[in-house]
């Protein structure tokens, strides 16, 4: 779903992913460079914070509920499984060390509503490795589903992180990066 929704955002911009597939192949790529280089970005192929604000801030972009799914791996209206997949790629683990806490996904869901706009996981589960790649504590939430470090274009860190308390979650901002940790 993550994936999708830049390739439908891109598209939206005027740029040509490819098919909406959630499928970041080479086409896909290559229109976020193109669309980066145009707005001044670094044209490194990646969505990161500064790509998301430019990309989801367009006046075209029109953002959508989606409809309800039958995939078992949707775990509320706008999050899916995929979008928490341990950040090592494979390399030392299947993505899924654990599963994502349902408390944290209804208080991610409840934030994603009442901005209205989408909620950008940056990392969800961790394996042992990569949590010691990225310089995570022992007893990171992370290990064991239970935190997610996010962010919403256009939105401060200080603004995401008052919604979020308010949804009963615990948060540590990481202001110099742009993203909040969120967790139960």
Excluded: W
């Excluded at 494979?90 to 989408?118: D, K, V, W």
């Excluded at 401060?156 to 009963?168: M, N, P, Y």
């Amino acid at each position: 779903m993550y994936i999708s929704l830049i390739q439908e955002a891109l598209t939206l911009a005027g740029y040509d992913p490819g098919p909406v597939d959630g499928i970041a192949g080479p086409r896909t790529v290559f229109a976020i460079k193109a669309f980066q280089s145009d707005r001044g970005l670094n044209p490194d192929g990646m969505v990161g914070p500064l790509t998301h604000t430019a990309l989801f801030s367009s006046p075209q972009k029109v953002l959508t509920t989606p409809a309800a799914s039958t995939d078992p791996k949707q775990l509320s209206p706008h999050f899916h499984q995929n979008e928490f997949r341990c950040c090592c790629q494979g390399r030392y683990c299947n993505g899924f060390p654990a599963e994502m806490h349902t408390a944290l996904i209804s208080g991610l869901e409840q934030i994603r509503n009442f901005f209205n706009r989408p909620l950008l996981i940056t990392s969800g589960v961790r394996c042992q490795t990569r949590n010691r790649e990225v310089g995570g504590i022992v007893h990171s939430k992370h290990l064991v589903g239970h935190a997610a470090d996010c962010y919403i274009p256009g939105v401060s860190v200080d603004t995401l992180a008052d919604a979020a308390r308010q949804a009963g979650l615990g948060v540590i901002i990481y202001d110099d990066e742009g993203f909040c940790h969120l967790e139960i």
